[in-house]
Every structure is written in structure tokens, then in C-alpha cells.
């Protein structure tokens, strides 16, 4: 199974700063042949379903504010929030479907400071 | 849009098997990979399995020899059938679409005890 590790595992930032969570998993999530890194992130806050926020890596999903970005290859990723919000408290976790079982990092609880 | 709803009994007894449907609403099941994921109370994620439309179904490991996904495309639904449960079967369960889960039910919460 691939090994999904968060860091840090909670966070405290204030309301319009940035918020940086990292991923790193236990071997690489890039499929050579589509050069595509097989790697989502989620938002998660309490009492509802995981939201999907980014996949490939660093493609937003629709509807999904500019603030938030994603990036990084192989075996280290980085999920972004330039300017913090209010809404944006919640727990974040990525995810790899390069192989499966598909496995997800503990997750990474956002706190505004 | 696509939406997802999970159904099934909240509460099984210890050794008997947990039971849930995921009527898909809004489109059709007949395209991409059909998931369950559970949470455990307080608790991160965990990929249970996924099904294809045609049939073709991948387990976790982890629960391979007591889980079952079938889906029947007549009624747009999958289901999930997990055998033998325990206290650690207790979570909110899941359903959700392709492989970067990008629509998911809103869960069902399944307790385990006697």
C-alpha cells in the first residue's frame, strides 16, 4: 500500500494569510506514460462529506475558489490557501488513486489563529 | 447534477453483516468507478473498495475477505455488504464517484453493537 503522511497534522493561521499543508507519500504517484500526478485533496468539515478541492495534483475542480492550489510531483505535494477564510476552517486530507488500495494521508486540521 | 444518497439500517448486531445502497440520481451508473469509503468516529478515511459499472470490483485488502460491492444498473444503484462486523466497523459510511471521489453521498452512520 502507498503511504499517505500529512504535515503538520493542525495548523493555526490568521484570517487573510497563508495556509501551506504538505503531503508526502511512501512511493511516487506520477504515471510516466500521461505524465499525470495521481493525487487529490479534500476539504472536510464537521458533519459533511469530503470535498474535492483539487485532483491531478493541481487542477481545481470547479467551483472551487482560486485561493486554494495545489502542487508538487512524484512524492511531495503541497496544498495552498493564499489568503485564509473564515469558511476555510475544516480538515484537509490528500489522497493518491495511482494504485490501490487508494490510501489517505491522517488529515491536517485548519484553525484560524 | 450527480447526487449520491447512502441507505441502509443504522445499527447492526455484532457478527451479522452491514448492508447499504448508494442510489445514484441525476445521471447514469453506467460510466466510471463507484466507491465506498468509511470514517470512523473522530476518526481519517478509509477506502473500502470500488465497483465498475460493468461488475469489475478491487477491495481493500484490510477487508477483502468479508466485503462484497455489487451494483445493478437497472435501479442506478450500488451496494455494500461487509460480513462478520465488529465495534471497529462502527462509522459513517460513503459512497462516492471515480477514482478522485469528486461527488460524494452525504453518509449514513452505522453503529455496531448488541
Known amino acids: 500500500d502507498i503511504v499517505m503522511t500529512q504535515s503538520p497534522d493542525s495548523l493555526a493561521v490568521s484570517l487573510g494569510e497563508r495556509a501551506t499543508i504538505n503531503c508526502k507519500s511512501s512511493?511516487?504517484?506520477?504515471?510516466?506514460?500521461?505524465?499525470?500526478?495521481?493525487l487529490a485533496w479534500y476539504q472536510q468539515k464537521p458533519r459533511q462529506p469530503p470535498k474535492l478541492l483539487i485532483y491531478w495534483a493541481s487542477t481545481r475542480e470547479s467551483g472551487v475558489p482560486d485561493r486554494f492550489s495545489g502542487s508538487g510531483s512524484g512524492t511531495d505535494f503541497t496544498l495552498t490557501i493564499s489568503s485564509l477564510q473564515a469558511e476555510d476552517v475544516a480538515v484537509y486530507y490528500c489522497?493518491?488513486?495511482?494504485?490501490?488500495?487508494?490510501?489517505f494521508g491522517q488529515g491536517t486540521r485548519l484553525e484560524i489563529k | 447534477q450527480v447526487q449520491l444518497q447512502e441507505s441502509g439500517p443504522g445499527l447492526v448486531k455484532p457478527s451479522e453483516t452491514l448492508s447499504l445502497t448508494c442510489t445514484v440520481s441525476g445521471g447514469s451508473i453506467s460510466s466510471y468507478y463507484w466507491s465506498w469509503i468509511r470514517q470512523p468516529p473522530g476518526k481519517g478515511l478509509e477506502w473500502i473498495g470500488y465497483?465498475?459499472?460493468?461488475?469489475?470490483?478491487n477491495y481493500n485488502p484490510s477487508l477483502k475477505s468479508r466485503v462484497t460491492i455489487s451494483v445493478d444498473t437497472s435501479k442506478n444503484q450500488f451496494s455494500l455488504k461487509v460480513s462478520s462486523v465488529t465495534a471497529a466497523d462502527t462509522a459513517v459510511y460513503y459512497c462516492?464517484?471515480?477514482?478522485?471521489?469528486?461527488?460524494w453521498g452525504k453518509g449514513t452512520t452505522v453503529t455496531v453493537s448488541s
Open positions: 489522497q493518491q488513486y495511482y494504485s490501490t488500495p487508494f490510501t
Open positions: 512511493q511516487s504517484v506520477l504515471y510516466s506514460s500521461n505524465n499525470k500526478n495521481y
Open positions: 465497483i465498475y459499472y460493468s461488475g469489475s470490483t
Open positions: 462516492a464517484r471515480r477514482e478522485e471521489l469528486d461527488v
